[in-house]
């Protein structure tokens, strides 16, 4: 339920496969980028995600890793295309909580804090956008030398 959407600005003359080929590098890209936050506990952007509240490291123990008891929310991050569009996200019903951050549990009388694993499109961070260009660069190239 948590996603974002990028759509790839029109390349004149690229083909559909070529397209394609880029936003699914690019969409394994941003999943990258959204697992390795899972594992540093930051944004893709570097911020440090809130810890865990102390009844949560209660009743999980000392050692509880934010959003990585499972692995579940970080192993459920996909993608898909269409046209010039990629989506990743999580079709998790508490991803969005957990992304956003907001009030959840019975009465929402639980506040989560935002803990934000997926990229903000409007403002990449400059790692992933320079990885993006070069997925896209490398693709245009291949193009070329094959036209």
């Known amino acids: 339920m948590a996603e974002i959407r990028v759509t790839l600005p029109r390349i004149p003359g690229a083909s559909r496969s070529m397209t394609r080929r880029i936003l699914q590098e690019g969409a394994e890209a941003m999943i990258n980028t959204a697992r390795i936050s899972f594992v540093d506990a930051k944004t893709p ?27 579940r ?42 803990r934000r694993f997926l990229p903000d499109p409007r403002n990449l961070p400059l790692s992933l956008s320079d990885e993006l260009n070069e997925i896209t660069i490398k693709n245009l190239k291949k193009w070329w030398l094959f036209w």
């Not at 952007?45 to 810890?51: M, Q």
């Not at 998790?92 to 009388?109: F, P």
């Open 45 to 71: 952007e570097g911020e440090k995600w809130p810890t865990l509240s102390e009844v949560t490291k209660k009743r999980r123990g000392s050692g509880a890793k934010t959003l990585r008891d499972t692995g």
């Open 73 to 114: 929310l970080m192993n459920s991050l996909q993608s898909q295309t269409n046209g010039e569009v990629v989506t990743i996200g999580s079709n998790l019903i508490y991803s969005n909580i957990h992304n956003y951050g907001g009030m959840a549990g019975h009465g929402r009388k639980v506040r989560i804090p935002q």
